[in-house]
Structure formats: C-alpha cells, structure tokens
C-alpha cells in the first residue's frame, strides 16, 4: 500500500478547524458568530450582498490600485492559463466589486447602490500575526453617492460592527487625500520638504520620491518617521470643495457620536482613493492594527467604464477581528449543540431510531444519531462531549418492553417514556427550552 508524505499547507496560510485549532481564533464557530454580525448589520443599513469569483483578470487590479502600489507590484499571485491569458488572485475587493457591476449592467437599476461582500483575499506578503497570505474581508462599497454624509454612514457601520461585538479600544482615523488639484499642490510641498532630508530617508522611501512620493507617508520605517514628524499637512493643501466635503465628514460623525482623530499622515496603499480616507485601530491587535480601513474613490468606476459613478467603501480583516476578540475576550456565544443525542445499542434500535432523528430534524430541532458503536460508556460520553441536552437510549431490553430512556445531561435525570411519546415529549421540551 502506497501512503502518501504528510502534506503542509503554503507558507501564510491557515486553516479554520470545527475543533483542535492551534489557537482559538482559527475555531469556526468564532467566524459563524461574526459572519451572523456581519448579515444582521448590513440587513440594518439596507447593503445587498454580491459575490465575485476568486480570480480575475490581471489588469482588472492594476488599473486602479496603481502599478508603483505594493500590492500590485510586489503581492499579486499571478498566473496564465492554458491561452496565456494573465489572471491574478483577487488582492481586493473594490476593483472586483467594480468590474461586476459594470459587466452585469446593475448601473441603471438604481440610483444608489450598497452592496457588501464577504471573501477570501490573496496576497503575497512576509506573514506574521495578523497578516496572512490568504486572508477574509468583510466589505462594503456605495456606488453613487457623493454626499459627506455617506461616508459618514460607511465609517458608522463598520464602527458599529466593531461595537456590537464587543470590541474595544477603537480608533477612527481619519484624512482626506483630496481631489488630484490638492494633490498634486501637496506632492509638490512634500517634495520640497524631503529633498534635503532624501539621503535620510530609507531606500524604500528614497524609492518612492520618485514613484509615488505620498507612499512615504505610510512608512513604518522609524527614521522616516521622525522625518515625517515636521512634514507639511495634505489637508492645508486642500481646495475649498475638498475642506467643505471633509469638515461635513467631522461634523456627522460627531452628529453619530463616533470618536474620531484627524491624522494627516493616513494615505492608504491603494492609488484609487481621493478625499475621505480612514483606518480604524483596535487595542491588543500588535503591530498589524488596523482593523478595518477604506474611504472614497469618485474617478475610479470611470476607468472601468467612463462612467462618472463615485464610490464609498471599506474592507476589514476577518482574522483580525476574531484576534481582537480573542485578546480583549470579547463574549463569544456558545458553539451550537445538538439539542438530542441517539444512542442505538443494537442494529435494530439503529434502525427504529435513524426515521425518528429525521422527524425531529424536520421541526427544526438540532439532533446527532450514533452511528458508530453500541457501547453505552463510550455513548454517553459522546453525548456529553458534543453538548447535548437530551441522551436517548434505546436498547434490547427497553425495545422488547416498548419504552425508551431519556437521559437530561445536565441533571442527569432519566425519565423512562413509551416509546411512542419520546418524539411529542423532546418536541415539548425543545418548546420550552430557556
Ligand atoms: P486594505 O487596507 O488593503 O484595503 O485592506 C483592508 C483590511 O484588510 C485591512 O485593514 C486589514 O484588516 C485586512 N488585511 C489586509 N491585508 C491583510 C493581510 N495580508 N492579512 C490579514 N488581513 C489583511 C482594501 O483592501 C480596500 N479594498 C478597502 C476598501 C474597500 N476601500 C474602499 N472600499
């Protein structure tokens, strides 16, 4: 017989196990729990659901996130396929979200479109804690509306995600990276103000003087930082249409009682952006700790269509969510258990009881049947293992008098019932459970 070598998954990858996990935050009953979250909140501030597939087009990602951007130039999984077509992992989900809407023609069936998305997301990164080369978003993109106080309503729901579960120590930061007039005014003043300070800088950012000289701003690099520490304000770069959209943000979010810091310094790594840009921040999350990020790219839709449709969004990590959670141990609901547990002891109770499992299964009442061993021991502590409330035994003996044992796990109370009452009686207690 032929075995096969114990195979390991790539580097940066993980999995999320029903049981056993390494660690608890890779526990899939944890991520059911925020993905309920995530179907209540988006039902409350009315965003649709759309699902895209997991590869597109290259050049669907290049457009928009810019080619000088990490993401594009350094974490793409790139591939061909047998026509030599270039395809890529999807890195993120706005470009996605982007090209579907204007290949399915969802344009003109409203005028506002909130739409939201939950999917894996590929990058090719150094993994760490809390960056991951396959990792899950929670997103959401509003295409179509341009007001201020629609970025306040995305920067509220995903803040108010963060709170119902739970999570403390949030930070809103936010900055507007204004329109390409701003912009352009502001690389110039920058430019002015690290070219005598270029020798200092690190490589990386020596780099990016020339390339995408905005990107410094986001170096971790601690001798750029100090650097940064005097450089000019995008935002007293800014025209009077991009101060008025900005303090319109402020204001609402303050109208919403969001706590929020202005930091000049965020730009994001994407080139889509302009105007309103945020992160949010959570406490106990180490040196990955933006939780969530997103902000506005008007413009952006018209290179995916020359249609001038602006755009609101945001993406969270799913995984730093659940580590958030897990570190400021955040309430976590009960794993789901069934609520009655089989035990047969013998072919023939298997085979009476397997049509009785089906029937409570269609009212809807949670139940696992053993299918395995017909030793009461090793029944028992399955039952207790799995959490359920109710063990019913049936045997040689209770099968010959017509009756079954009914076993309440936590009181551990047997009650012996005919057997053509156990079905109305686990339906009456299911009823009335608390
Ligand atoms: P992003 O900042 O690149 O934005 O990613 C959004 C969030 O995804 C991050 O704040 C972080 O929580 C999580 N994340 C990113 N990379 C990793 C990784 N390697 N491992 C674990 N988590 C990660 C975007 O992707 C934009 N599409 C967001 C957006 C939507 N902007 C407008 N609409």
Not at 343 to 368: F, G, Q
């Amino acid at each position: 017989m032929l075995y096969m070598k114990k195979r390991t998954s790539p580097k940066g990858l993980f999995d999320i196990l029903p049981y056993g996990a390494k660690e608890s935050w890779q526990t899939s009953h944890l991520w059911h729990e925020i993905e309920d979250v995530i179907r209540t909140i988006t039902q409350q501030y009315n965003f649709q659901e759309i699902r895209t597939p997991i590869f597109e087009y290259a050049d669907t990602f290049c457009v928009g996130i810019g080619s000088t951007s990490d993401i594009v130039s350094k974490e793409m999984y790139l591939f061909s396929d047998k026509k030599e077509r270039s395809l890529a992992l999807r890195p993120e989900g706005t470009s996605s979200i982007l090209r579907a809407f204007f290949e399915r023609n969802l344009t003109h069936l409203a005028k506002v479109h909130k739409l939201f998305y939950i999917a894996p997301m590929f990058r090719y990164e150094k993994p760490q804690k809390g960056r991951y080369r396959q990792h899950h978003q929670f997103g959401v993109e509003v295409l179509g509306s341009p007001s201020y106080e629609q970025d306040a309503e995305v920067i509220d729901l995903l803040f108010s995600f963060y709170q119902k579960l739970g999570i403390k120590g949030l930070c809103v930061e936010l900055n507007s990276v204004g329109d390409a007039h701003s912009r352009e005014l502001y690389k110039k003043a920058l430019f002015s103000y690290l070219s005598p300070k270029k020798a200092s800088l690190s490589k990386d950012s020596q780099r990016r003087m020339e390339e995408n000289i905005l990107r410094i701003l986001d170096s971790k690099d601690l001798g750029d930082r100090e650097i940064l520490q005097n450089a000019p304000s995008i935002l007293d770069y800014l025209s009077p249409e991009c101060k008025e959209h900005f303090s319109g943000v402020e204001s609402t979010l303050r109208a919403l009682n969001i706590p929020y810091k202005v930091h000049p310094h965020i730009v994001r790594g994407l080139d889509y952006y302009n105007q309103t840009v945020f992160e949010i921040t959570a406490s106990d999350l180490g040196a990955q700790n933006a939780i969530g990020a997103g902000g506005r790219y008007d413009g952006f839709a018209k290179m995916f269509s020359g249609q001038d449709i602006p755009g609101i969004g945001f993406g969270t990590g799913l995984e730093r969510v659940v580590q958030t959670m897990v570190a400021q141990n955040c309430p976590f609901r009960e794993k789901n258990a069934p609520f009655v547990f089989f035990a047969p002891m013998n072919p023939s109770c298997r085979k009476l009881l397997i049509p009785m499992a089906k029937a409570l299964r269609l009212k809807n009442i949670p139940v696992d049947i053993d299918l395995k061993s017909y030793k009461i021991q090793e029944l028992l502590r399955r039952a207790d293992q799995i959490g359920a409330s109710f063990a019913v035994i049936l045997g040689e003996n209770e099968e010959k008098e017509k009756v079954i044992r009914c076993k309440q796990m936590s009181s551990r109370k047997e009650t012996v019932l005919p057997l053509t009452n156990i079905l109305s009686y686990l339906e009456q207690a299911w009823e009335e459970r608390s």
